[in-house]
Every structure is written in C-alpha cells, then in structure tokens.
Nanobody
Framework: QAQLVQSGGGSVQTRGSLRLSCAAS????????MGWFRQAPGKEREAVAA????????SYRDSVKGRFTISQDNAKNTVYLQMNSPKPEDTAMYYC??????????????????WGQGTQVTVSS
C-alpha cells in the first residue's frame, strides 16, 4: 500500500517562494503520474500541476504557469512543487496524488489512486 507524506507548507509573502514535498513509500513513483491539487475554503478541489515520471512531461493550470514548477527526485522517491511569486489566490490546502501509468486527463482528481495528507499554504501580500 502506497503512502504519500507531504511537507513544506506554511505562510509566505507574495515576493517569496515555497517548496512543497511529497515523499512516497511502499510504492515507487517511477513510471507513474504525480499530481498536485489544491482546495480553498468553499471551493472545489482543482488541479495545479502534474508530472509523468515516465516521460518527464509536465502539465500546469494556466494560472500557475511560469510561477510553479513540478519536479521529481527518483532517488528520494519524492515529487516537489516549487512555488515562486505566489499570489494570495494561491492560498489553499495542497494535496499531492499519484496514479499508475501516464498523465492523461491529469486534472481529473478521481483518476488518482493515492493521496497525501494535505498541507496548508497561505499567501499574504
């Protein structure tokens, strides 16, 4: 049974940066699709980014393109979300997720098999 353990959340200002980590255990991330999602109070969960560890291909929602970067460290079995120049509207609970295979329909949260526990990110101006 895979487990995803997140770390790295917290408070950050708009001119700062933050890196979220998602460490997998019991399952290798290699060859799978890793995603980051977020959910703000009163809003639906939305996809932020995804990474195909098989092809190294990445996908991002439009509002974070150029500011967020998803990356992998296979040796550490960990995926990261680097958040640069965050905006107050990025404030949310962030979740990492994993599913086997490619990242087709990467933004569909129901297609992911495993989820991290969530980490809060709060952005202030």
């Amino acid at each position: 049974q895979a487990q995803l353990v997140q770390s790295g959340g917290g408070s950050v200002q708009t001119r700062g940066s933050l890196r979220l980590s998602c460490a997998a255990s019991g399952y290798t991330i290699s060859g799978n699709c890793m995603g980051w999602f977020r959910q703000a109070p009163g809003k639906e969960r939305e996809a932020v980014a995804a990474l195909s560890t098989r092809t190294s291909g990445t996908s991002y929602r439009d509002s974070v393109k150029g500011r967020f970067t998803i990356s992998q460290d296979n040796a550490k079995n960990t995926v990261y979300l680097q958040m640069n120049s965050p905006k107050p509207e990025d404030t949310a609970m962030y979740y990492c997720a994993m599913r086997t295979g490619y990242c087709y329909t990467w933004s569909d949260s129901s297609s992911y098999d495993y989820w991290g526990q969530g980490t809060q990110v709060t952005v202030s101006s």
